[in-house]
Nanobody, 124 residues
């Protein structure tokens, strides 16, 4: 079964950068669209970005356009989220997820496999 593990979170000052990684095992990421989500504990997860497996096309929520970049390296079975110009409102737990529906979306219910999450804190 596909397993996903996020890493790269931490504490950064406003305007700083972090790169999150989503490492997969048990299957190749080439079979899945990969989405990044973020969540305040106890609330619904907010879609941030996704990248398709079919053509590599990407999508970003308006709140992160121009600041975040999603990419994938199939040879390393890893998806990345480069986060620049970070703001205090980006302080959330970030999750990666894999979906096999063939339809790109930022709806959490459309994804089948989830990582454990990594904390991002943006504070001075």
């Amino acid at each position: 079964q596909l397993q996903l593990v996020e890493s790269g979170g931490g504490l950064v000052q406003p305007g700083g950068s972090l790169r999150l990684s989503c490492a997969a095992s048990g299957s190749t990421l080439d079979y899945y669209a990969i989405g990044w989500f973020r969540q305040v504990p106890g609330k619904e997860r907010e879609g941030v970005s996704y990248i398709m497996n079919s053509d590599g096309s990407t999508y970003y929520a308006d709140s992160v356009k121009g600041r975040f970049t999603i990419s994938r390296d199939n040879s390393k079975n890893t998806v990345y989220l480069q986060m620049n110009s970070l703001k205090p409102e980006d302080t959330l737990i970030y999750y990666c997820a894999a979906g096999s529906s063939g339809l790109g979306c930022l709806r959490a219910l459309e994804y089948d496999f989830w990582g454990q999450g990594t904390q991002v804190t943006v504070s001075s």
